[in-house]
């Protein structure tokens, strides 16, 4: 497969695959191990999240956009972290209500970046 083209047409807006590849010096395995972790994680973090805003720790909440943020960036996600870092500002601002719509925009992103993940992970990227 070729790396200068997406695996699917939707790719292209999910992730910057030159970025990934120039950014993981075209480390194949770096890449799947780093997609193994990324899923591990992703229940705890996408768990962190919900729970915070549940509580309405506003603290809590920015610690774990931030935390999703570092996760999705290694990917070249630019969607995923904008949602991502629009989450952790808003929470460190303390405004609960917009986080609470910003929420589920961001835990759609990370889904579509997931769903690309999953897609690509056992491909020749």
């Known amino acids: 497969m070729n790396q200068s083209e997406p695996t699917h047409p939707d790719d292209a807006r999910v992730f910057d695959r030159q970025a990934l590849m120039e950014y ?3 480390d194949l395995d770096l890449f799947q191990e ?4 990324f899923f591990e994680e992703l229940p705890g973090l ?10 309405e720790d506003a603290p809590a909440l920015r610690t774990a956009a931030h935390s999703l943020k570092g996760s999705v960036s290694q990917f070249a996600a630019v969607s ?3 949602e991502a870092a629009r989450l952790e500002e808003l929470a460190d601002q303390g405004d609960l209500p917009a986080c609470r719509k910003a929420l589920p925009e961001l835990l759609a992103a990370v889904q579509e970046l997931a769903s690309v993940l999953q897609r690509v992970r056992n491909q020749d990227f």
């Open 46 to 55: 996408q768990s962190r999240l919900q729970q915070a805003l549940q509580r």
């Open 80 to 82: 995923a972290r904008a």
């Open 24 to 26: 993981l010096d075209h």
């Open 34 to 37: 780093l997609v193994e972790i």
